[in-house]
């Protein structure tokens, strides 16, 4: 009767058992499924972003000798291929990185002085670079010289680059450009005369102008400046050069030391002021170290803001990094016999005008060693209406029509 009593608990065990065991089953043939499916999926996806090449490469293996370490228990690629997709378009290389950005950048200051200020460290350039002239153009409005700077630049593409920092109320739609002109200002701020901002907009110029690593030489020049001597004549002039050519000098009297601001100490002490040109021509080195510098510009701004900065700084700069390689001489003649705080302005020139800056006004000077009559590159102060008897002058005086 005991054991009679039991068969049905027993039958109802069993049966329970076999549901659960046909439950765990079902679980597990649903994990396997939901599983295979994910799986499936994935695979699609990776099949379809992935080049057909890429997939085929990923699971060849080339049949090595085998190895004499007896540890190696592992086949290894020794033969992993580069996609065949990869490689079938155009080579890039190095193309992004040597391409300059258009002039008209949105980079705000930082960043541009950031990305200026990179140098490589290997000297060896991987490429067949030209070294080009970078002619920043530091104006009020309109080049009104530009029609002579064409004729200058006309069959010269590749040796040289144009940067204008104008006014930023200048309207460039206002005043017809000469091509070599069109496209090629950078971004501006206000400037004013013997502030620092002067300093700051040249130094603009130069980032602007490094962004293209095939610019070797700069020359920081005015719309009223003009061309000595042609393009040949001047490209070689410089790029032969030793030194750079920033005007360096010390001037006791009180517009020269008397803008000495105890303020510029201790990073600039009376006895480091210098005073020079505004008008330079440094090489790549000074520029970047010219874009880098958060020693000296800093003080400037913290100091006397109307010391006429644009000429001291940058003399006092050089002076103290760069005495070993700089000339302490500018290629720009300006004629100061006014003894005022501006240069003497040409209305007109004249053949005999011409003749005498070209040969160094009577002065001799040191070139790469050596003396020379060859010291003036360019010239100012040359206004608008001087233009006509440039453009008929320039090609007997200044042999434009022999480049």
């Known amino acids: 009767m005991k054991d009679r009593n039991l068969c049905p608990l027993n039958l109802f065990s069993k049966v329970f058992n076999v549901k659960l065991h046909l439950l765990n089953l079902l679980s597990h043939f649903l994990f396997f499924i939901g599983g295979f499916i994910l799986g499936v999926l994935l695979t699609s996806s990776y099949l379809r972003n992935t080049p057909l090449t890429l997939q085929i490469d990923q699971f060849s293996v080339t049949t090595s000798p085998p190895s004499n370490n007896s540890n190696s228990q592992m086949l290894v690629p020794t033969n992993v291929k580069a996609p065949t997709s990869y490689m079938s378009h155009v080579r890039i290389g190095l193309k992004a990185y040597l391409d300059p950005p258009n002039v008209m950048h949105d980079m705000n200051d930082e960043e541009l002085l950031w990305r200026a200020s990179m140098a490589p460290r290997i000297p060896e350039y991987p490429f067949h670079r030209v070294p080009k002239v970078a002619f920043m153009f530091l104006t009020k409005g309109p080049v009104h010289l530009a029609p002579l700077w064409q004729k200058f630049f006309k069959g010269h593409q590749g040796l040289y680059s144009i940067y204008v920092h104008s006014d930023p109320s200048y309207n460039a739609s206002s005043h017809p450009e000469s091509p070599v002109f069109q496209g090629r200002r950078i971004p501006s701020q206000k400037v004013k005369w013997a502030q620092v901002n002067m300093i700051e907009a040249e130094s603009s110029l130069i980032a602007n102008a490094l962004l293209d690593i095939s610019n070797q030489r700069f020359v920081l020049l005015s719309e009223a400046c003009i061309p000595l001597y042609n393009f040949s004549t001047i490209y070689s002039y410089l790029l032969d050069s030793q030194e750079t050519f920033v005007e360096v000098y010390d001037d006791p009297s009180s517009v020269g030391r008397g803008r000495y601001n105890s303020s510029y100490y201790p ?137």
């Open 267 to 403: 990073i600039i002490t009376l006895d480091q002021w210098r005073k020079g040109s505004q008008w330079v021509e440094i090489d790549r080195d000074i520029a970047i170290e010219v874009v880098s510098d958060r020693t000296y510009l800093p003080a400037f701004r913290l100091g006397n803001r109307s010391c006429f900065a644009d000429e001291h700084y940058l003399p006092t700069f050089v002076n103290q990094k760069f005495s070993a390689k700089n000339s302490n001489r500018s290629v720009t003649w300006v004629d100061w016999s006014t003894r005022g705080p501006h240069p003497v302005e040409y209305n007109s020139t004249t053949a005999e005008l011409l003749n005498t800056l070209r040969s160094g006004n009577g002065k001799r000077c040191i070139y790469n060693r050596r003396r020379s009559n060859v010291c003036f590159l360019f010239a100012r102060k040359f206004r608008p209406s001087a233009l006509d008897s440039l453009l008929r002058l320039a090609p007997k005086i200044m042999h434009f029509n022999l480049n």
